[in-house]
T-cell receptor
Framework: KQEVTQIPAALSVPEGENLVLNCSFT??????LQWFRQDPGKGLTSLLL?????REQTSGRLNASLDKSSGRSTLYIAASQPGDSATYLC????????????FGKGTRLSVIA | GAVVSQHPSWVICKSGTSVKIECRSL??????MFWYRQFPKQSLMLMAT?????????EQGVEKDKFLINHASLTLSTLTVTSAHPEDSSFYIC????????????????FGDGTRLSIL
């Protein structure tokens, strides 16, 4: 059964700092991997989706990498801002059929002004 | 882009009450709906998967008689928490996928904004 782990569980950084969030998964047979942002009490906002054949995706200050063979992904946030404060969730989708996304517990990020 | 509307966004009710949560796909047809539950500071845990016109498939440990799922149309799925108790208080999120459009199984999951359920 797929398990997704995110490290660290929480992170506090000063504004302007670059940071890396880590995600690992136990079963490397994935279709794709997705990073989401969740604000307190809110739903999910999709940030980046990486197909299994891809190595990375970029959107603005965000860069996500994928090393499927080692079961790892990282989310890099450049020049962090207080508005980046949220929980970041990593999720993977299996290969077989219409499988749902399996989520990690997330990393709670606080960017201090 | 694809939009999933979930209603209500927040509900508070007394123990023993049944609560219905609606999940609608506004601009696409959702052949598959997923229902997740999220406890504070925890991850989203899949509760069940429902395909339009079929019975839902529940994850291990999820009581199908307590969490009734109906997916009778391609744009609407409902989750009813029957005889809710305080331990059912949680954040419930639905997600929809349309397998019929071009791209087949490559279709992403689109998420609703969630429903915060508080049982007193």
């Amino acid at each position: 059964k797929q398990e997704v782990t995110q490290i660290p569980a929480a992170l506090s950084v000063p504004e302007g700092e670059n940071l890396v969030l880590n995600c690992s998964f136990t079963d490397s047979a994935i279709y794709n991997l997705q990073w989401f942002r969740q604000d307190p009490g809110k739903g999910l906002t999709s940030l980046l989706l990486i197909q299994s054949s891809q190595r990375e995706q970029t959107s603005g200050r965000l860069n996500a990498s994928l090393d499927k063979s080692s079961g790892r992904s990282t989310l890099y946030i450049a020049a962090s801002q207080p508005g980046d404060s949220a929980t970041y969730l990593c999720a993977v989708r299996g290969l077989s059929g219409n499988t749902p996304l399996v989520f990690g517990k997330g990393t709670r990020l606080s960017v201090i002004a | 882009g694809a939009v999933v509307s979930q209603h209500p966004s927040w509900v508070i009710c007394k123990s023993g009450t049944s609560v219905k949560i609606e999940c609608r796909s506004l601009d696409f047809q959702a052949t598959t709906m997923f229902w997740y539950r999220q406890f504070p500071k925890q991850s989203l845990m899949l509760m069940a998967t429902s395909n339009e016109g079929s019975k839902a498939t529940y994850e291990q440990g999820v009581e199908k008689d307590k969490f009734l799922i109906n997916h009778a149309s391609l744009t609407l799925s409902t989750l009813t928490v029957t005889s809710a108790h305080p331990e059912d208080s949680s954040f419930y999120i639905c997600s929809a996928r349309d397998l019929r459009t071009g791209g087949g199984s490559n279709q992403p999951q689109h998420f609703g904004d969630g429903t915060r359920l508080s049982i007193l």
